[in-house]
């Protein structure tokens, strides 16, 4: 189906925040802006969002497209029929909310022929070793994608059951590109096991800050390791719901976000768990790497 471009204009002026009220997102009022909880720095106001943790932006349009995954069809066909409803009429959910699981199949990104792109990135631009990105090809952990994207695989640890895939983007001449594949389950992250029993949990940001910091202190690999895939606590909540964790080591990135978050989480579990929060010298723990 061809859209007009009227049509196009009128999907993107689609008021983004009475659409996430409708799915049951949790809103908390920012001036003149919503926080969305859970969402990484995400802030809605009227058609419009930008998320910190993933340096992403758009109107309604490219939310569903960048965030949800959604086909620009599909995407098109939510949106304009959700246009014409009057405000009384509930919304049928179409993607992840809360601790529901995501109605959209998982579809990993098809793997390229070879990971030559991945291992020059990763190694050169980056600052991993060679032996480090191999080890986690050969576990199914990493891969390139047909466009050259690094492919980071999340599974639920207990079961190593694949849950979707963090995306990061290796062209070093243009913005950096990060995101999840369709159908992921945002409720995991990269995860890496520990080398041995363990009950503490190290969380950063990324898996490349994952990898980094391990780069830079071995010690860490004795623990459990974990991306948020940018500020997802919903990733953190989920993981210590079926873990036996006692001591969380926050490693988020040294930025207003990062420390922002950082405090959050020290309120909420200093009670019930030990907390350290061992931010980076540096912005992240990739750029404390590339430093040294």
Not at 26 to 32: A, I, S, Y
Not at 73 to 99: H, S, V, W
Request: charged share 25%; proline share 3%.
């Amino acid at each position: 189906m061809t859209y007009t471009l009227e049509q196009i204009r009128q999907a993107r002026q689609v008021d983004l925040l009475r659409y996430l009220e409708k799915q049951g997102y949790e809103l908390k009022k920012e001036g003149q802006n919503y926080r969305v909880a859970g969402q990484g720095g995400f802030l809605v106001q009227k058609n419009h969002w930008k998320q910190f943790s993933t340096d992403q932006g758009g109107n309604t349009l490219d939310f569903l497209i960048k965030m949800e995954g959604h086909s620009f069809k599909e995407a098109m066909e939510m949106l304009l029929e959700g246009a014409t409803m009057p405000e009384n009429t509930e919304i049928k959910p179409n993607f992840y909310r809360g601790k529901e699981n995501n109605k959209k199949e998982l579809q990993l990104p098809d793997r390229a022929p070879n990971e030559h792109r991945v291992l020059a990135y990763l190694n050169k631009t980056r600052g991993l070793s060679i032996d480090m990105i191999v080890q986690l090809i050969k576990e199914g952990l990493l891969y390139q994608d047909v466009r050259g994207n690094c492919v980071f695989v999340c599974i639920a640890p207990e079961t190593g059951e694949i849950k979707g895939a963090a995306l990061q983007g290796t062209l070093t001449d243009v913005k950096k590109y990060r995101g999840v594949c369709r159908g992921t389950d945002t409720r995991f992250g990269f995860y890496l096991p520990p080398e041995e029993k363990s009950n503490v949990l190290v969380i950063t940001e990324s898996a490349i800050d994952i990898l980094s910091l391990a780069t830079l202190k071995p010690k860490a690999k004795e623990h459990h390791m974990l991306s948020l895939n940018g500020l997802n606590l919903e990733a953190l909540e989920c993981f210590l719901e079926n873990q036996t964790i006692k001591h969380i080591v926050i490693a988020l990135d040294n930025d207003h976000e990062g420390i922002r978050a950082a405090a959050q989480l020290e309120k909420k579990y200093a009670f019930d768990l030990k907390i350290s929060k061992y931010l980076p010298p540096s912005k992240d723990w990739n750029e404390e790497l590339i430093n040294k």
